[in-house]
Antibody, heavy 121, light 110 residues
């Protein structure tokens, strides 16, 4: 069965960096697009970024453009999110999400359990 | 893109039916048949319950059904069970990357 396991969350000061990882199993990782979606405390879900199956196409929500980078290593079945210049409003649980196709956002197929990122001084 | 509008909370007794609405605009919900619904138990990852307005992924009971009329989509849960108590989010493809989510609805099973 599909499994997505996030790691790398923690407490970090504003302006610092953090890299999240997502280990995927149970499906052909290199055939599907992948997303990061976040949920701030007490708030709803917010899409953050998407990467195509081969890594050649990437899109971001405006609030993270220029600060976050999504990437993937298909040989390791792993998705990444490099987060730089973190701000307090980046505090959230970050979910790794499998796309139903190679690069779409028609819906979000499978979700990981999430990893908490807290940006605080 | 503005978030889709959902009621903050709904409730129902075991065995009853509840419907959660999701209102957007002619640019998102009304423009595409790509509305999806997610159940989210606190502390866990969300689960896809409905996609493409009416389609159920394998493993989702037929107690869950989706529909759409104009700019409003709906999720109906019949035969409410205790395990259905959770937060529910709608989402839709809207052309631009990522789509848009609703603000979420807390379902309480009385």
């Amino acid at each position: 069965q599909v499994q997505l396991v996030e790691s790398g969350g923690g407490v970090v000061q504003p302006g610092r960096s953090l890299r999240l990882s997502c280990a995927a199993s149970g499906f052909t990782f290199g055939a599907y697009g992948m997303h990061w979606v976040r949920q701030a405390p007490g708030k709803g879900l917010e899409w953050v970024a998407v990467i195509s199956n081969d890594g050649s196409n990437k899109y971001y929500v405006d609030s993270v453009k220029g600060r976050f980078t999504i990437s993937r290593d298909n040989s390791k079945n792993t998705l990444y999110l490099q987060m730089n210049s973190l701000r307090t409003d980046d505090t959230a649980v970050y979910y790794c999400v499998k796309d139903p196709q190679s690069f779409s956002w028609y819906y979000f197929h499978y979700w990981g359990q999430g990893t908490l990122v807290t940006v605080s001084s | 893109q503005s978030a889709l509008t959902q009621p903050r909370s709904v409730s129902g007794s075991p065995g009853q039916s509840v419907t959660i609405s999701c209102t957007g605009s002619s640019s998102d919900v009304g423009a595409y048949d790509f509305v999806s619904w997610y159940r989210h138990h606190p502390g866990k990852g969300p689960t896809l319950m409905i996609y493409d307005v009416t389609q159920r992924p394998s493993g989702v009971p037929d107690r869950f059904s989706g529909s759409k009329s104009g700019n409003t989509a709906s999720l109906t849960i019949s035969g409410l069970q205790a395990e259905d108590e959770a937060d529910y989010y709608c989402s839709t493809y809207a052309g631009s990357p990522g789509g848009v989510f609703g603000g979420g609805t807390k379902l309480t099973v009385l």
